[in-house]
């Protein structure tokens, strides 16, 4: 049994605390802590087990963030569900359609929620591909990788690169991007990987290397894919079969 369908199956049989709650857990908080959520860990946890949160101290407790961790939990289950799908701009429109529902950005036409950017965007210096370019840019990369997959992690870190580089949406993009290489690792029976909060700046200077050298961001989804391969081999000792 592959990864993908024994995630599948411990979500079936509602299997308490074992790989796939790991993996809804952990994943919902690097993900979306690196994208500036400010729940906390066990906060991520305890509205994943119960759907209940509270805060951890004086802090309060903001609702879009609370909507983002539930929704990347929803989007997780879908992505599950269609791993073995291929990639085409749909898939992408459904997942940022998936991950700001609720949100007050669903309510602004000018984020355009579950469609691509009506407006350029950029992160400091960096500017991504015009609104106008974006959708058939994306269109063009993702028939390139479905005509030739290279599910090496080289080939997941660059497919992973260049979507951030298209940017295609008003945000939520650096969440869908680093959940493609979940949903691509599963579907070509590689261990899936996230990237740690604590290596947030090291994720961000390997992207913007990654032209020049991609060694950089290919070594740490090196080792955050080790990561992962730690937590299966902790809950099947045995293997996955």
């Not at 802090?59 to 539930?70: A, G, K, L, N």
């Not at 989007?75 to 992408?92: A, G, I, V």
């Not at 994306?138 to 080939?155: I, V």
Request: some cysteine; proline content about 5%; overall charge neutral.
């Amino acid at each position: 049994m592959d990864l993908g369908q024994r995630l599948l199956q411990e979500r079936q049989t509602k299997f308490s605390h074992g790989l796939y709650h790991h993996t809804q857990v952990l994943p919902a908080y690097q993900n979306t802590r690196i994208d500036g959520n400010h729940l906390s860990l066990a906060q991520v946890s305890a509205l994943f087990e119960t759907r209940a949160i509270f805060s951890d101290d004086r802090h309060p407790v903001y609702v879009d963030d609370v909507f983002e961790v539930s929704n990347h939990f929803k989007l997780f289950d879908y992505l599950l569900d269609t791993f073995n799908q291929p990639l085409s701009n749909t898939t992408f429109k459904a997942w940022h359609q998936i991950l700001k529902r609720g949100t007050c950005q669903a309510d602004d036409w000018r984020y355009n929620v579950g469609g691509f950017k009506r407006f350029p965007n950029r992160i400091g210096p960096i500017v991504f591909v015009s609104p106008e370019q974006a959708p058939a840019q994306l269109a063009t990369l993702l028939s390139a990788w479905e005509n030739d997959p290279d599910f090496s992690l080289q080939g997941l870190a660059t497919l992973h690169a260049e979507f951030e580089n298209i940017h295609p949406f008003s945000d939520g993009n650096g969440i869908i991007g680093r959940l493609l290489v979940i949903k691509e690792a599963l579907r070509f029976d590689q261990s899936p990987l996230s990237i740690q909060p604590t290596h947030q700046r090291r994720y961000i200077q390997g992207l913007r290397r990654f032209t020049t050298d991609p060694k950089y961001l290919i070594a740490l989804f090196k080792s955050e894919q080790a990561v992962y391969q730690k937590q299966i081999s902790f809950f099947y000792p045995s293997g996955l079969d």
